[in-house]
């Protein structure tokens, strides 16, 4: 693009000079404050830049009103099938009037030819922004931002456009707090913005159609555009709902290709149980895991039937709400003074004062002490409540500490304490990692055990003392007939010669030799039974490992191996399926990126 700084006027690049005052243009590669294109739009300043286009505040000239101009990128400028596609989806757009959808005001050019789009300019901060600040944002506005956000999705899918990209940087909140309108950006738009698997947070031409990290498990597979439908979008909402719920992300990679399989295969936790503290409601997370499963059959029908669960939740804590302040309410009220009737004196009216002034000091009595009894009900009760669990807690804590202790008893040197969560730290020393892996699980098969915190230390330089070899009964042979042909005495036995001793070595060699050539060979196959478990579960474990870490065709080796050792062992077959699922996985989607 060719710019007049003089003018501040734009020309094709064919040009060199400015056909008004003689200047010579400049080359710039992106629009620049004070710029003016298609006489009509002032650019003001540079918003943010994306992977496919530019973002700008501009000034409506004529009408001297603030907008939003996305410029497409000049790497897409010779792609005509992406500016045809961009054009048609931005006239589509432009039909979607939402009071929470971003409006399209206009669709031109700029004089060297690449289209933009003049939108409404909103003003606040995006979701990403207010999470990484605030953290877990409370429930009850979680639900209000969740049903504006439901209710543009469903005016859109029902004019057939699907926005492919939901993330909380494309959510916006303007207003105040109390009457805050989220604002989606994108809508339309966003079916072309590809994301590279390798960056975050961020749309780039590449391989996928929208963000790894909030990517339905169909688009995650590769499943072509006019195969998706608005569930799609459900999902990628469902991921938004989870961290603003909990404050974090329900999946963690380390790179875009295992985002990908994650969101395919694994199971997430609820926000209630992956964060308790926060008292999130179990009706509302239900919400949240309808929308996060993996077949888009499991999940709502529409957008419609969402914002009725997500109604259903609010009227569920505002009913909480009003029984609470319904219960609070009810205080029981002091008994109303007795009217007292004044004597009739002929002529003095002071004992009419004297009887009334005991009536009016009873009123505030009565009710001082009628909130006293109520609130020393309630403490009673807290107290008794609070009690009576702590009771329970530890009556478990013994019951636990028992069935460890007996757990630990052929486990010398392992030491354990059951903390009042109910969980169980093992201390001490061991000399190998069969000893460690058996000291968890046995403590994990206890009942009731909530958690078990391996802290055991490992001293490969103290093995275990052998056992020693039993001395042989000599005795019996003190006791043993002689040979009839010895006729030595004890003292010539006790003053043999030297070459007597070697000859009587060597027969008893002799003997023991013959004695141990007939006891059966043991196979070279054959291995203890303790240290066949041992070797399975360190397999078990490493092949788990070599899975999480996205080593599929280690960790099917290594498992295969445990196999070999076990057949029926049912981990063992389990997490080998595990393995191949996500190898089966990965090759899927390297094949349909090629």
């Known amino acids: 693009m060719k710019y007049c700084r003089q003018c501040s006027t734009n020309y094709p690049a064919d040009l060199t000079v400015c056909p008004k005052d003689d200047s010579l243009l400049a080359d710039v590669f992106e629009l620049e404050p004070g710029m003016v294109i298609r006489h009509k739009y002032e650019i003001v300043r540079k918003i943010g830049s994306?992977?496919?286009?530019?973002?700008?505040?501009?000034?409506?000239?004529?009408?001297?009103?603030?907008?939003?101009?996305?410029?497409?990128?000049a790497g897409f400028g010779r792609d005509e099938e992406f500016l045809s596609r961009f054009r048609t989806e931005a006239r589509v757009a432009r039909k979607l009037q939402h009071p929470n959808a971003v409006t399209i005001i206009d669709l031109d050019e700029t004089e060297d030819g690449m289209p933009f789009i003049v939108m409404e300019l909103v003003s606040g901060a995006d979701l990403r922004?207010?999470?990484?600040?605030?953290?877990?944002?409370?429930?009850?506005?979680?639900?209000?931002?969740?049903?504006?956000?439901?209710?543009?999705?469903?005016?859109?899918?029902?004019?057939?456009?699907?926005?492919?990209?939901?993330?909380?940087?494309?959510?916006?909140?303007?207003?105040?707090?109390?009457?805050?309108?989220?604002?989606?950006?994108?809508?339309?738009?966003?079916?072309?913005?590809?994301?590279?698997?390798?960056?975050?947070?961020?749309?780039?031409?590449?391989?996928?159609?929208?963000?790894?990290?909030?990517?339905?498990?169909?688009?995650?597979t590769g499943i072509r555009g006019g195969q998706l439908d608005g569930r799609c979008d459900q999902y990628s909402l469902g991921v938004t709902l989870y961290e603003m719920l909990t404050g974090i992300s329900p999946f963690k990679a380390d790179s875009g290709m295992e985002m990908l399989i994650k969101h395919c295969h694994e199971k997430v936790q609820g926000p209630d149980l992956m964060r308790p503290e926060l008292n999130i409601p179990?009706?509302?997370?239900?919400?949240?895991?309808?929308?996060?499963?993996?077949?888009?059959?499991?999940?709502?029908?529409?957008?419609?039937?969402?914002?009725?669960?997500?109604?259903?939740?609010t009227a569920d804590m505002a009913a909480g709400q009003r029984s609470a302040a319904?219960?609070?309410?009810?205080?029981?009220?002091?008994?109303?003074?007795?009217?007292?009737?004044?004597?009739?004196?002929?002529?003095?009216?002071?004992?009419?004062?004297?009887?009334?002034?005991?009536?009016?000091?009873?009123?505030?009595?009565?009710?001082?002490?009628?909130?006293?009894?109520?609130?020393?009900?309630?403490?009673?009760?807290?107290?008794?409540?609070?009690g009576y669990w702590a009771y329970l807690q530890n009556e478990k804590r013994t019951q636990i500490s028992e069935a460890v202790e007996a757990k630990l008893k052929d486990l010398p040197g392992v030491n354990?304490?059951?903390?009042?969560?109910?969980?169980?730290?093992?201390?001490?020393?061991?000399?190998?990692?069969?000893?460690?892996?058996?000291?968890v699980v046995a403590i994990q098969s206890v009942p009731l055990v909530s958690d078990v915190h391996n802290r055991l230390a490992i001293d490969f330089t103290k093995p275990p003392a052998p056992a020693e070899p039993s001395q042989p009964d000599t005795s019996q042979a003190d006791k043993s007939p002689k040979?009839?042909?010895?006729?030595?005495?004890?003292?010539?036995?006790?003053?043999?010669k030297p070459e007597d001793t070697t000859r009587t070595s060597q027969t008893r060699s002799a003997t023991l030799n013959n004695l141990i050539s007939r006891i059966p060979a043991r196979s070279s196959n054959t291995t203890p039974p303790n240290a066949s478990q041992d070797q399975v579960k360190n397999l078990i474990t490493q092949g788990t490992h070599e899975r999480e870490n996205g080593d599929y065709e280690a960790a099917i080796k290594t498992l295969e191996r445990a196999l070999q050792i076990e057949p029926s062992n049912s981990v063992a077959k389990s997490e080998l399926s595990r393995a191949r699922e996500a190898k089966q996985a990965e090759e899927n989607i390297l094949q349909r990126r090629r």
């Not at 922004?129 to 944002?137: D, K, L, S, V």
């Not at 354990?416 to 000399?431: E, K, M, P, Q, R």
């Open 326 to 386: 319904t219960v609070i309410r009810k205080v029981p009220t002091p008994p109303r003074p007795t009217p007292v009737t004044r004597p009739k004196v002929p002529s003095m009216r002071t004992p009419a004062v004297t009887v009334q002034r005991p009536v009016t000091r009873s009123v505030p009595v009565e009710k001082s002490s009628s909130k006293s009894w109520i609130i020393a009900a309630v403490l009673a009760l807290a107290i008794g409540a609070g």
């Open 129 to 220: 922004a207010i999470i990484q600040e605030q953290g877990a944002m409370p429930v009850a506005r979680v639900l209000r931002v969740a049903r504006q956000v439901a209710s543009a999705l469903s005016t859109a899918h029902k004019l057939g456009i699907i926005h492919r990209d939901i993330k909380p940087d494309n959510i916006f909140l303007t207003g105040a707090r109390d009457s805050e309108q989220a604002k989606v950006l994108d809508f339309g738009i966003a079916r072309h913005q590809d994301a590279s698997i390798d960056e975050k947070h961020q749309t780039k031409t590449g391989m996928m159609v929208g963000t790894p990290e909030y990517a339905s498990p169909e688009q995650a």
């Open 282 to 313: 179990s009706s509302v997370s239900a919400v949240v895991m309808r929308c996060l499963e993996k077949k888009r059959e499991d999940r709502y029908p529409n957008a419609e039937a969402l914002i009725e669960a997500i109604d259903a939740c």
């Open 416 to 439: 354990a304490a059951v903390n009042f969560d109910l969980s169980v730290d093992l201390t001490g020393t061991v000399h190998s990692y069969p000893e460690s892996a058996n000291a």
């Open 50 to 73: 994306g992977g496919m286009a530019t973002v700008h505040e501009a000034r409506h000239i004529a009408f001297n009103e603030t907008v939003a101009i996305k410029v497409v990128k």
């Open 483 to 496: 040979p009839s042909g010895d006729t030595a005495s004890t003292t010539d036995n006790a003053e043999a």
